[in-house]
């Protein structure tokens, strides 16, 4: 096999970044926007020893669960891996997904999987944030989108058929704005020109909106415009800057300036109310999100006595749910204003069983057990992709508490640490994936352990 080869496949199987997986003379071959059971003409682009990739160049015969992406940028855009694949198809790729991760890197048998949550309505707008990168196209015009996949070209797409349609009209405003004002998209490659990202949030249950312009400096010229300018959308509740003059892939700095509002947008999940920052974590996917937490406290099996902890808990989302049917919750974030954030939504919510600390879990966790020695009843965990830091579960181990509920959103790094976990004397009762990101190949789980006597 070389480089522009033509080849016709079937595609057998998909790969983790749902990439369709086929083999001709015996190579195996990666063809990107390829379906399993499409039967495919492609053309190599890439020569590994063992392998290669494949671009599709048509689909001869189509696999049953084939269906055409509305999105009209669903290929080049390559945020959405499985928009070709119809819903009930992507489901069963990322439940498989997660058993065979369990299954391989954590070398469980016999898992108590359950059935995949998938959403009930429409699989699509269901993001209430977006981060739009600006650019600018071949004729020079201002645009904002996304980058091509697996580069930092910028694609126009103001309509993601992910998020709310009323990011189309937000995103008019800001380019408006920066057209009238003369103010450049910032340039990768030169560090050149002021905005860089347009970040988008919207409160699903309160419809209260959230604009960030990212820039490589500290001041936007007529920025007095740009907020009469999105006042007119109806919802927009504050507007601010964020300051991120590195030369990073890192979106957001670390200083926020605002310039309208209160700082943050407030929001609903189930009956819980939370005030949102733009440095916050907060999941994206709203409807899904109530089912998530809803695992997270079944999962607890909380009486109203026990002592809880809820790491990575961001703006205390999962704690405030767990705090009304616990005796007291600690959550430990290490980003500041998430925790400003935490504080104020565990006053709002009158919670005050709460306590929340600024700094790592695996910093925090360990200094409070040395210093006081309490135990905990149950142990809450929701890490980024990367997983839990070995100091941390080796904690957590010491602790004894006797269910530990582990939220992930990588089920590769999931398995490495209930391995650990169970290693350390834990059992897992329950699996539950939750599909927290349609269209992609990401996939949310909800753990239950339990100690063994
Ligand atoms: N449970 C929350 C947040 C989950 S996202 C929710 O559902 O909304 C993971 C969070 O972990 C983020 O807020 C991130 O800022 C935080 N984080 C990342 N590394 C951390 C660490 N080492 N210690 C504590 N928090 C960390």
Not at 20 to 45: Q, R
Not at 331 to 343: F, L, Q, R, T, Y
Not at 348 to 360: D, H, M, Q, Y
């Amino acid at each position: 096999m070389q480089k522009n080869d033509l080849f016709r496949m079937i595609v057998e199987d998909m790969s983790e970044e749902g990439e369709g997986i086929g083999h001709v003379d015996g190579h195996t071959l990666f063809v990107k926007d390829a379906v399993i059971g499409d039967e495919i003409e492609g053309k190599v682009i890439k020569e590994k020893k063992t392998y290669a990739y494949g671009r599709l160049m048509q689909v001869v015969s189509p696999s049953k669960d084939r269906v055409t992406p509305p999105c009209p940028v669903a290929a080049p855009c390559g945020g959405c891996q499985l928009q070709a694949m119809n819903y009930k198809a992507q489901l069963a790729f990322k439940e498989k997904k997660v058993r065979a991760h369990l299954e391989r890197l954590g070398h469980f048998t016999d898992l108590p999987m359950e059935p995949i949550l998938g959403m009930e309505g429409e699989p699509f707008r269901y993001r209430n944030k977006a981060q739009y990168p600006l650019g600018r196209d071949r004729d020079g015009k201002l645009i904002a989108g996304f980058y091509a996949g697996r580069t930092h070209q910028v694609i126009s797409c103001g309509d993601c058929l992910l998020g709310p349609a009323i990011n189309q009209k937000i995103l008019d405003s800001v380019l408006s704005f920066m057209e009238n004002c003369r103010i450049e998209p910032y340039e990768e490659t030169t560090g050149k020109g002021l905005v860089r990202h347009i970040l988008i949030r919207e409160g699903f249950a309160t419809g209260e909106i959230m604009v960030c312009l990212v820039i490589n400096g500290r001041k936007l010229p007529f920025a007095e415009k740009l907020v009469e300018a999105l006042l007119a959308i109806p919802g927009m509740a504050s507007i601010s800057l964020n300051v991120n003059r590195k030369n990073t892939n890192v979106i957001l700095g670390d200083e926020i300036i605002n310039l309208y509002g209160p700082g943050y947008i407030t929001d609903r999940i189930g009956d819980v109310s939370y005030q949102i920052s733009p440095l916050s974590f907060y999941q994206v996917n709203p409807a899904q999100t109530v089912h998530l937490y809803g695992k997270a406290l079944e999962f607890a099996g909380l009486t109203g006595t026990e002592t809880v902890w809820d790491l990575y808990c961001g703006i205390g989302t999962i704690s405030l749910f767990l705090a009304r049917q616990a005796g007291k919750v600690y959550g430990v974030e290490i980003i500041p204003a998430a925790i400003e954030n935490a504080k104020a939504n565990a006053a709002l919510n009158g919670c005050a069983n709460t306590e929340f600390f600024v700094g790592k879990a695996e910093d925090v966790l360990p200094e409070h057990f040395r210093q006081t020695g309490e135990r905990a009843d149950v142990i809450v965990v929701d890490p980024p992709r990367k997983g839990c830091d070995k100091v941390l579960l080796d904690t957590m181990l010491a602790m004894q508490p006797s269910r530990i509920v582990y939220v992930s959103c990588d089920s590769a790094t999931l398995a490495r640490d209930l391995r650990i976990l169970c290693d350390g004397g834990y059992e897992i009762e329950r699996v539950q994936p939750v599909d927290m990101f349609p269209m992609t190949v990401h996939c949310e789980s909800c753990v239950r352990l339990v100690r063994m006597k």
